[in-house]
């Protein structure tokens, strides 16, 4: 069974939980209710490092690289011409970036690495919108944390 993970059925869950004791001095309501806060913050962090995690694994390095050395001014990729090396050189780094962790911050830091090393602009249309999408599951949180005030 798939259930979506919202922050009214986390916190439906832990006020459930008869194990679940909140520190002294604090109501099991809030206690939960800040659990379950946290618990849907960390839920929609791991959503997105994942998806940004599968976007920057579906770059194609070489066919990234090729636009960027064009970009440069390199127009043929023969054996033994300086551009099939300059390209050969930019997709090693890409492969490199892509080796690494992928915290939420990694999108703008590869587009950074790319526009530093290379000078070209990146857009990565599908990570924007993961992004905007992890912003409107933000902003309903918030939403719902006022009204539960």
Known sequence: MN????LDNIYNSLILDASLMPPEGITKENYVKELAEQ???????NEMALSLAKAVQAIDPFAVATAVA???GYSSFKEGEPGREKRGEIAEAIKREQKKSVPPSYRSKFVDFMKDAYGIEMNLPSLQKEQRDTNK???TMKKHQKASE
């Open 70 to 72: 064009e970009k440069m």
């Open 39 to 45: 618990r849907y913050r960390q839920h929609i962090n």
């Open 3 to 6: 259930t979506e993970v919202t």
């Open 137 to 139: 599951k933000r902003k």
